[in-house]
């Protein structure tokens, strides 16, 4: 009886939260398949009435929206195993007992809060600037040619660039799950006379398999929305448009609102695809 007063009580407790967290997502969701629907221009002439479905046809079938897609992807991907695979490897070695152990540290992890503007900002004018930049001085002292990153390697470069940032991220993720291995497995494989790189292969990184999924999903979700750094680099442009600043443009560039909106659905329509795959694949770990 007493369970059954206290549940009750904690959903009483909890409903205001749960409300409000409703309307914070609810409102912009449903005012975003309003503004879909309709023709909405602010700046030129405002409401012009309603559309259907004509604003989705043309999003989808203009010659942008694909190509941002295919980039939007490519980008996620690529983030995902540079931070994932140089994570696992800076874990292990941030788990290494040394001088100084708790300032590294701090030094990997600082990146991450950084904001992005900032840190695309960095990156452009202080290493990838074609004739000032850091890259540039290497490039002329080994006899090479300055590369055009932005321009040249664009693609390369945002994946650089967002890499750097949510790579701290990925670091303290996996190296916590390290510390909370067992040290009697790994002492006991040792006296086995298990090398290295078999105790990494057969212990460490089974371990870490839940710990990788999560650092996947987390990163998934903000990297779908990557806006900022694009902003500040490219313009969007060299084909570095993503989903999310291709319905920028539309909606601020070209103040076509329900475009944009239609083009915002798409957007968590292509987010919650990748969300229930990574689940279905990736996810099962979580289980484990």
């Known amino acids: 009886m007493a369970t059954q007063h206290s549940r009750a009580a904690a959903r009483i407790m909890m409903a205001p939260a749960v409300f409000l967290l409703l309307v914070w997502m609810l409102v912009p969701l449903t005012m975003t398949l309003y503004f879909s629907f309709k023709k909405y221009l602010p700046l030129r002439g405002g409401d012009l009435g309603w559309t259907g479905f004509d604003n989705y046809v043309r999003f989808v079938t203009s010659s942008s929206f694909w190509p941002s897609v295919q980039t939007t992807l490519v980008i996620v991907g690529g983030v995902l195993f540079i931070t994932v695979i140089l994570g696992i490897m800076l874990a292990v070695l941030l788990n290494q007992p040394m001088w100084g152990q708790g300032i590294v540290r701090i030094l990997v992890i600082a990146p991450f809060f950084v904001m992005p503007t900032v840190s695309a900002l960095v990156w452009k004018n202080m290493f990838m600037d074609?004739?000032?930049?850091?890259?540039?001085?290497?490039?002329?002292?080994?006899?090479?040619?300055?590369?055009?990153?932005?321009?040249?390697?664009?693609?390369?470069?945002?994946?650089?660039?967002?890499?750097?940032?949510?790579?701290?991220?990925?670091t303290l993720i996996l190296l916590t799950a390290i510390q909370s291995l067992d040290r009697e497995q790994l002492e006991a494989a040792e006296m086995d006379g298990a090398q290295p790189v078999q105790r990494f292969a057969f212990i460490t990184l089974p371990h870490l398999g839940r710990a990788i999924t999560i650092v996947i999903l987390i990163q998934t979700i903000f990297l779908l929305a990557i806006f900022a750094e694009i902003f500040v680099t490219t313009g969007g442009a060299f084909g570095t448009r993503t989903l999310t600043y291709l319905i920028f443009q539309r909606v601020l560039e070209s103040q076509n609102v329900g475009l944009g909106s239609a083009g915002g659905v798409y957007a968590i329509i292509l987010a919650n695809i990748v969300a229930i795959f990574l689940m279905r694949i990736v996810g099962k770990n979580l289980d484990a």
């Open 130 to 170: 074609p004739v000032n930049g850091l890259f540039a001085h290497l490039w002329k002292f080994f006899g090479a040619e300055p590369v055009q990153w932005l321009s040249q390697a664009s693609l390369q470069s945002i994946v650089m660039i967002v890499s750097w940032q949510w790579l701290p991220f990925a």
